[in-house]
Every structure is written in structure tokens, then in C-alpha cells.
């Protein structure tokens, strides 16, 4: 592409921007203005998604001062055109490109036939295509959830679809440990991205899990997110960029780097943001009297974004008050106050026993008029609603029951899935080391203490690796099991590097250390030598950091090479291997020295909580009951220890018996629901299935020059060609090739390769680079018909619905684009049900270029009466496509104005703006219908012969 400042150009993928104008080109970089929306963009030159606007003889120009001109010549000079042109009074005007009308984009099809512009058949049966494939996806129920890269697990599809849809989400995601709680918010993310429900995201989360995020983000959901830490923040401010936060759309970071410095979270906050993800939440402490600098800082985040997501896997880490100092983030209009959230968690157990009444009677299908008493309760929860649930032949048990957790306290914030719930995870098998106590150890006489957990930070130098059996024990497992990978962590940083280097150095072990001393970058790189299959180092040896967040199972063996104290940190540190994807027995492993305060502990954990046999959710408030008299028996060890362990196991026992009668029995129920998350299933199953997709885009390849060459039964291998169409194609620039595939199943055992869905942004792109240029839109076709005498003309028109409304309010779900047909002769008569489209492909032949030029010349008025009776055809199914747009906006927006105000009434969870957001979309939507309009999107003149 040559590039001259000056030039008009629009781009291939974002047309709403208007016609473009150069204003810089440096060799390898090309900005270009939009003064129509007031924006900039740079493309590298060689790759840049812009085609060129060239107009011709013919054609009619608007000028910047609102003149309209027939072009009747020209001229170029450096690069620059002249356009000479008659105006509406005969006038002769002569323009530079530069005053034309940023706000003009395309030729309309009509004009470019008259000019003697057209295409061959193939571009206009796919513009045609494209615009019939965009209207069923612009419909489908599971639009925004097909374009994930992962394994339709029903809990996560069912929260996806449940919140990603509401407007602004504000909600806890806080699954069990490893069940895929990123993966959640990567959905809902991907979905209000698809849809324009949200375009400037923020991610914040703890500095080691930056990269995977990145990964994951990309991998999964194709969203590029920009990591801003202080460097990429000082080059962007050096750039002379006021605030770099809004520099990018999609930003990830660290809290410490947010939290760390007053003027980066100011700037952060000044940026504003419709979505903002924290993940590993608990860290943020509160608690009435003061609140840490991390939780202000995202507190003060939480209030400048719309949407927010909070992930934590252990949402009640220090109790019912940490677990209300994230609610509060989420609304602290709702939960204002402590005291009265407590009173109201105590009353889950009543609203549990009342859906426990309910289910039993529904699976006896019984149709007897339900208790007093019931109809009493149901009455309190249900308000109003409650009498037309109740009345009737048969109580509508299902509803009510969904009724009720719909409007359950935090029902609409929380969501967590537990193990027991999900279903397939892999056993989890315990072995244990009992190993002698060194004499040095024996002499210390720390034997018994907190610091006796990890008695090797009590010894000087390096000396202890010499005699820690658990190092000699742990030596001879790794040279015994040599293929296997193995995740060791400690509590210590410095047992962790120390022993790191002492296996690699002295013992030739694979090995590499995975610590908060190593930078990001480094962590990284251990991480991933450690996922490498071959040559991949065989064991990681991480300290507590590694227990968080990270994916790690492809390994089945863990070294707990001591234990900590606080059991969440248990329960993190075996979540890294048992999560999903796990398809192998996990064996974990604790090696401990007898008669010392490692056996005590693991005996508490294995005999107080059972803890290892699987995560509990409850175990820090069980910890805290019993702290004081387990730290007192880790010191000075007594009889009544075999007590202290029979009564944790009693209190942990009765602790889940309450949970699965009370609140957390009533969280299960409301965050998955089976029969939901199957129908979506089902729909984006539907989507998938078949040829469809794989056929039309080796079309558009084809057409658009992208050299496609088979790999294996559904895989391709994409690389870009001199002979592309515009010189740029989305997603394909490597030389090298780009592979992909259309299959989910191979995609996700391939991470090689790209999964493209509908919603991939390579076909998203490519439907938007053909219709949002003139590519297919006029088009002059011959048949043969012998019927019809020689030199009968006919046009096939193709108009959409064009209607104005913000992308937010997602018009197209109640107004799709619905393409309208027409095929006309030249007296008027409609032949649109005579011929259709598909038939009328088979008779039509290309027609060579200076035949076509010449009869187009001759048949311009023709055209402009056939175009007239095609538009007027149009026209007249205007008023029924609004009257159905205005009824499915009234059928799906309605129920859900009255639910949330119904809501609202009872269950103050409910915000403002969420009502007002339902209200706004049903009158400005109607008004947005009202004012539709059509528009001429393709145009195909038949001549028979
Ligand atoms: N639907 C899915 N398809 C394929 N892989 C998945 C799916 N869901 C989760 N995974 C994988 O399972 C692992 C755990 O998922 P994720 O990291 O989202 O869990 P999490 O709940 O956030 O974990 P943690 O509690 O440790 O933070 C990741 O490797 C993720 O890629």
C-alpha cells in the first residue's frame, strides 16, 4: 500500500468511523484521522485494515461544505485526486479529496452500476450470504457464548448465561477452588464484549498471576488485553499520553502496582471503566474500623465502574465480616450494614426449610392446596406476587421455588459451585512420610513450636539439607519416579530456593523454583519449563506463592514439604492439581518428622478436618473456633490433644450438616441449573454443528485472496498472498501460516491452533470488511431463459432495516438487520416469490467487462424504475418488520422490567440503575423503531439473453 498525507481511505473494520484521511506516514507506521468521530488510529503500513476511496466518473460526491457533485473527471497529482464535478444547477466545481465529507463512506450500489462499477457473481452472493448468516446470529439465544474456546461444563455456561446478560454485572464469583471461576468471568467478559454492553475493561490481580490471565484471556476468548505495569505505564506517559490508563481498552494489572502508588489508582479511577475483574479477592481486608490500602483502592474502582467481578474461591476466609466487606463492593447501598447482614444470613435456614417443603411436595406432584402456614411464609418472601403463584388450579411449585432464590438475599451476587455439585473431579489419594528426627533437630529445643513446622529455618547455613530427612526422603522419590511431574511447595521462600538449588546442583535433578523474589518474568519462565513435556524440568518447588491461581495440573503428584497453618492455604495448595483437567488420580503427599509439631499438625488436618480428602469451604471459621488450644497443643503437647481432635472432627461434621441445611444448600440450588445450562448447551451446540461456518469462510478465503490449504479433517493452515483483495485480511499475516480450526473438540487439545466460531474475531471481522465496504454490492449478471424474450432485464434489490440506536441497547435482538428480497422486472411485477435467490444463482453467468460497461451505460433509466418499484416493495413490509420489532421488544423487555421492579420491592438488592436501564431500553428502542428506515444494501442487474 502507498500512502500520500492527504488521501481518503475507510477502514475495512471499523466503517462507523467515516472516511478517513491520512495525516502521517512514517515508512512502517500510517495514522490516519477520522474527523467524523473524532478519532485517531495507527496502522503498521504494510498490514493496515484501510481501503482506498477512489471515486469515479458517474459517481456523486458530497463535499465537506454539503455540496453534491457529479463527478465528470479525475485528475491526480502526487498522490492526491482532483475530483471535477457538476453540482444540482449545472455548476462546475473542482475539489481536492480533502474537502470531501468525512461523514460519506460508501458508493451506493446503484451508483457504482451506473459508473459502470460492478462485481461478478461470487462477491454478491456472498455479501447477500453474509447478510442473511449476520440476521440468524444477531437472533440467536446463544449469541456471545460461542466463541469460547473451552468444554461446555453446565455450571459455568449456566452463570454465564445468567449474568452476562443483566446489565452491568455486579457479582461474587466464588466457585470451589479450581472450578473455573476465570473461566466464568472470561464468558461473561466475552459476552458484553460481543454484544457492546461494555468496551473499556480493567483486570486486577495479584502480581504471579498476571501472565496466566493474559494467557487465558487470549487463548480462551481471543481478547488481547494490554499488561500495564510501571514500565509500560512510564513509556506511555513519556509518549506524552495525560492519562495512560486510557491509552487501551483492555487493560491487566497487578494490585500491587494499582495499589502501590497514589497517582497510578487516582488515574486508574479517572479513566473510568464498564467492567471491572478482581480475582483472588480475599486479599482485600476490611473490617469496620479500618480497611487495607489494596481494598480502598479497588473500592474506589468499584464506584467508577459500571460492572464488577469479584473472584475468590474461599469467599468466607476470615469469617461472615470479610465476606460482607466484598459484598459491600459489589452494592453498598444493599449491604450498608454489618449487623444487619448477620441478622439476615441467620435467616437463611428458615428460607431453606420453606424450599425444602416445596421440593418435596413438587416430586410428589401433589395438586392438594398448599399448608396455611406455607401460604403464610410464601406470602411474606413473595409479597404480591406470591397470590397469583398460589391461586389457580395447582400451585406453580417450580416457579415459586425459583421465585424465591431468584429474590433469596445475596441470590443475585453470589455464585459459588462446589465439588460435591460439579461432579467428576479425580480421587485424591494421601500418603504419608513419617521420618525420624535428626538428632539436630531433637537438640532444638523449638521441636515443639510454630517455628518447629519448618525447623529447618531455625539451623544457620545450608547445613540442614545435609539432615532433613524430609530432603533425603524427597531426593530418592524424585530419582524413583523420573517421568513424573512433581509440585513441591513450602512455606519459606528460602526453604524453597534453598532447596531448589540444592536438588539441581547436588542431586542432578530437573528442577526450578517457583518464588516472590523472582520477578514476574521469571516466575513465568519456571512455570512453563515445568509444563514442558519434554526436556521440561521434573519437579517445581514453589513457597506459598505458588499455591494460588496457577494451573498446574498436568502434574498428579504434590509434596506439601510442610504444612501451613491457616487451611485455606491447605486447601489453595492442593486446588493447583486438582481442578479441572485433571484426568489423573492426584496423590498427595506429606512427609513429616515424628514427635514434633508437623505429626500434630497433620494430624489435625487429617483427623480434625479431614482436609485432604477434599475441600470443605468452612474450614478457616472451624480453624479460628479451635486456634487458641491447637497452637497451645503444637507447642506443649498434651493428653488432651486426642480431645481437641475428636471435637474438631464433631464441629466440622455439624458445621456441614448446618451448611447443607441452611444458606449454602440454597446457593447450590440457585447457581447451577442443570435444565437451563443444557438448553444453552444445546443452542451453542446448534450453532456448531454442521459445515456451515467452514464452508463460507473458505468462500470469503477464496474470494478475498487468503491462500487456504487443508492440514487435517477439520483443520486449515491460512497465509496471506500478493493477490488479497485489500491487502489485509483479519488474523492472517504470518508467513508462516496461521492454523486453525473449526472444531471445538480438536481446539481444545490444540492450543496451536486458532478455534474459529461464529464469533471468532476473523469471521466477525470478515463479515463486517464485506459489508461495511462496497465489496459485492453491485453486481451485472446474463441467463438464459427461454421464456423470457432476449433482452429482458430484471433486478434483484437487497434492502436491510438500517436502525439508529447505542450498540449498548442491543436493537438487533428486537430488529434484526432482516434482509428483504426483491426481484422486479422493469413494468413492476414482483417475481421475488417466483425466482428465489438460490434459483436464480444457478441461471446466472458473469458478464465480460466491456460488454457490461457498455450495456450499463444504455440501461440507466431502466435501472432507476426498476430500482423504484423494488424500493417501493421494500417499503411497504417496513411497517410490518417494526410492528413485530415493537412487539418482541415489549415481550422480552417487559418481563423483565416487571420482574426487576417486583424485585426490587422485596429484595433491595436491586439497584437503581439496573430499573432504569430496563425502562430506558423499552422507550428509546421503541422510538429507535419507529424511526427505521430501509436501506439498499445490493443490487444485481439480469439481462436474459
Ligand atoms: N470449561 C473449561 N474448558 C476447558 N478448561 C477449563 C474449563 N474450565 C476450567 N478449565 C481449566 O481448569 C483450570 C481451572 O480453571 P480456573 O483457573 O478458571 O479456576 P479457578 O476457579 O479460577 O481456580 P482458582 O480457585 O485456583 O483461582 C484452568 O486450567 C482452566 O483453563
Redesign the pocket.
Same mark, same amino acid.
Not at 477452588?177 to 473461566?183: A, D, E, N, P, R
Given at each position: 500500500m502507498s500512502f500520500s498525507i492527504g488521501q481518503r481511505w475507510v477502514s475495512l473494520t471499523e466503517s462507523h468511523l467515516g472516511l478517513g484521511m491520512i495525516a502521517e506516514f512514517t515508512g512502517r507506521q500510517v495514522t490516519v484521522s477520522f474527523p467524523a468521530a473524532g478519532e485517531m488510529r495507527v496502522y503498521a503500513s504494510n498490514n493496515a485494515p484501510l481501503s482506498r476511496v477512489l471515486y469515479g466518473e458517474g459517481d456523486t460526491i458530497r463535499t465537506a461544505d454539503n455540496r453534491q457533485l457529479l463527478v465528470t473527471a479525475v485528475e491526480e497529482f502526487q498522490g492526491i485526486l482532483k475530483y471535477t464535478g457538476t453540482d444540482e444547477y449545472g455548476k462546475s466545481h473542482t475539489i481536492r479529496e480533502v474537502q470531501l465529507d468525512c461523514f460519506t463512506q460508501l458508493i451506493a450500489p446503484q451508483q457504482r452500476l451506473f459508473s459502470g462499477h460492478y462485481n461478478k457473481k461470487a462477491p454478491f452472493q456472498l455479501r447477500v450470504e453474509t447478510l442473511n448468516l449476520l440476521n440468524d446470529l444477531q437472533q440467536s439465544n446463544a449469541k456471545g457464548l460461542i466463541g469460547s474456546r473451552?468444554?461446555h461444563?453446565p455450571h459455568?455456561i449456566y452463570i454465564a448465561s445468567e449474568v452476562a446478560r443483566r446489565h452491568a454485572p455486579r457479582v461474587l464469583l466464588a466457585?470451589e477452588? $479450581?472450578? $473455573?471461576?476465570?473461566?466464568e468471568a472470561g464468558m461473561i467478559l466475552h459476552y458484553q464484549l460481543h454484544t457492546g454492553r461494555a468496551s473499556r475493561v480493567l483486570i486486577v490481580v495479584p502480581d504471579s498471576l498476571v501472565h496466566q490471565w493474559l494467557v487465558?484471556m487470549l487463548r480462551r476468548f481471543n481478547l488481547k488485553f494490554s499488561i500495564f505495569d510501571k514500565a509500560r505505564f512510564d513509556a506511555i506517559k513519556a509518549e506524552g499520553q495525560e492519562n495512560p490508563f486510557e491509552a487501551e481498552q483492555l487493560v491487566l494489572t497487578s494490585l500491587s502496582f494499582l495499589a502501590g502508588n497514589d497517582q497510578v489508582s487516582a488515574l486508574a479511577n479517572a479513566a473510568g471503566w464498564d467492567m471491572l475483574i478482581v480475582d483472588e479477592a480475599h486479599h482485600l481486608h476490611w473490617d469496620e474500623t479500618q480497611s487495607s490500602r489494596e481494598y480502598q483502592c479497588v473500592e474506589a474502582l468499584s464506584a467508577v465502574s459500571e460492572g464488577l467481578l469479584l473472584?475468590t474461591?474461599t469467599p468466607e476466609q476470615i469469617g461472615l465480616e470479610s465476606h460482607f466487606a466484598r459484598l459491600r463492593l459489589l452494592d453498598p447501598s444493599r449491604f450498608y450494614d454489618l449487623e444487619v447482614f448477620k441478622a439476615e444470613e441467620a435467616g437463611y435456614q428458615k428460607l431453606n426449610e420453606v424450599v425444602q417443603r416445596l421440593q418435596e411436595r413438587d416430586s410428589l406432584a401433589g395438586k392438594e392446596p398448599l399448608e396455611d402456614d406455607l401460604v403464610h411464609v410464601l406470602r411474606d418472601y413473595l409479597g404480591d406476587e406470591a397470590e397469583q403463584l398460589i391461586s389457580g388450579e395447582a400451585a406453580n411449585l417450580e416457579l415459586i421455588i425459583e421465585k424465591l432464590l431468584d429474590r433469596h438475599g445475596t441470590g443475585r451476587v453470589l455464585f459459588r459451585n462446589t465439588r460435591s455439585a460439579v461432579k467428576g473431579f479425580p480421587e485424591r489419594v494421601l500418603h504419608t512420610h513419617a521420618l525420624k528426627c535428626p538428632a539436630l533437630y531433637e537438640a532444638d529445643m523449638k521441636r515443639f513450636s510454630i517455628s518447629g513446622l519448618t525447623p529447618e529455618r531455625n539451623i544457620e547455613d545450608l547445613f540442614w539439607l545435609k539432615i532433613d530427612p524430609r530432603v533425603t526422603w524427597l531426593t530418592e522419590f524424585l530419582k524413583e519416579n523420573r517421568q513424573e511431574k512433581v509440585l513441591v511447595i513450602c512455606a519459606k521462600e528460602s526453604t524453597a530456593s534453598e532447596l531448589e538449588q540444592h536438588l539441581r546442583l547436588y542431586e542432578g535433578v530437573r528442577s526450578a523454583a517457583f518464588t516472590e523474589s523472582m520477578s514476574i518474568i521469571e516466575r513465568d519462565r519456571a512455570g512453563a519449563y515445568f509444563a514442558e513435556t519434554e526436556n521440561g524440568a521434573q519437579v517445581l518447588i514453589c513457597s506459598e506463592i505458588g499455591s494460588e491461581?496457577r494451573?498446574f495440573?498436568f502434574s498428579r503428584h504434590l509434596i506439601l514439604f510442610d504444612l501451613p497453618l491457616n487451611p485455606d492455604l491447605l486447601e489453595q495448595r492442593i486446588?493447583r492439581l486438582d481442578?479441572? $483437567?485433571q484426568v489423573h488420580d492426584i496423590n498427595i503427599h506429606v512427609p513429616f518428622i515424628e514427635n514434633t509439631s508437623q505429626q500434630y499438625l497433620y494430624r489435625w488436618y487429617k483427623e480434625g478436618m479431614n482436609l485432604f480428602a477434599r475441600p470443605i469451604g468452612v474450614a478457616y471459621s472451624i480453624y479460628e473456633q479451635f486456634a487458641e488450644r491447637l497452637e497451645a497443643e503444637l507447642c506443649h503437647p498434651s493428653e488432651r490433644f486426642e480431645a481437641l481432635l475428636q471435637e474438631a472432627a464433631a464441629k466440622t461434621e455439624s458445621t456441614l450438616a448446618a451448611q447443607e441445611e441452611g444458606r449454602d444448600k440454597l446457593l447450590e440450588l440457585h447457581s447451577c441449573n442443570e435444565e437451563k445450562a443444557a438448553e444453552v448447551i444445546a443452542l451453542i451446540e446448534d450453532a456448531e454443528e454442521g459445515s456451515q461456518l467452514q464452508e463460507y469462510m473458505e468462500n470469503v478465503f477464496n474470494l478475498f485472496g487468503v491462500d487456504c490449504e487443508y492440514h487435517s479433517e477439520n483443520a486449515r493452515i491460512l497465509r496471506p498472498t500478493e493477490h488479497m483483495h485489500s491487502g489485509y485480511f483479519p488474523g492472517v499475516s504470518d508467513e508462516d501460516g496461521t492454523t486453525i480450526t473449526y472444531s471445538r473438540k480438536q481446539a481444545?487439545s490444540r492450543d496451536d491452533m486458532q478455534f474459529v466460531s461464529w464469533e471468532h474475531p476473523m469471521v466477525v471481522e470478515s463479515m463486517e470488511m464485506i459489508l461495511n465496504s462496497e465489496f459485492g454490492n453491485a453486481s451485472l449478471a446474463t441467463m438464459a431463459v427461454k421464456a423470457l424474450k432476449p433482452g429482458t432485464l430484471l433486478l434483484e434489490a437487497v434492502f436491510t432495516i438500517n436502525c439508529v440506536a447505542p450498540k449498548r441497547f442491543q436493537i438487533e435482538q428486537f430488529l434484526p438487520i432482516s434482509p428483504i428480497r426483491v426481484l422486479v422486472d422493469i413494468n413492476g411485477q414482483d417475481l421475488s416469490q417466483v425466482v428465489p435467490h438460490d434459483k436464480l444463482n444457478t441461471l446466472c453467468d458473469n458478464v465480460k467487462k466491456p460488454t457490461g460497461q457498455a450495456l450499463l451505460k444504455q440501461v440507466k433509466s431502466e435501472i432507476e424504475t426498476m430500482l423504484e418499484h423494488a424500493t417501493g416493495f421494500a417499503e411497504k413490509q417496513l411497517p410490518d418488520i417494526r410492528e413485530q420489532a415493537q412487539n418482541t421488544l415489549q415481550l422480552k423487555m417487559m418481563p423483565e422490567l416487571e420482574r426487576i421492579l417486583a424485585l426490587k420491592k422485596i429484595n433491595p438488592s436491586i439497584r437503581d440503575e439496573e430499573v432504569e436501564y430496563f425502562r430506558s431500553c423499552i422507550e428509546q428502542g421503541a422510538r429507535a423503531i419507529g424511526r427505521s428506515a430501509v436501506q439498499l444494501q445490493a443490487l444485481r442487474l439480469i439481462v436474459n439473453t
Open positions: 473451552t468444554s461444563l459455568q466457585d477452588v $479450581g472450578l $473455573g471461576k476465570t473461566i487465558e473472584l474461591a491461581g494451573n495440573q486446588g481442578r479441572i $483437567g481444545l
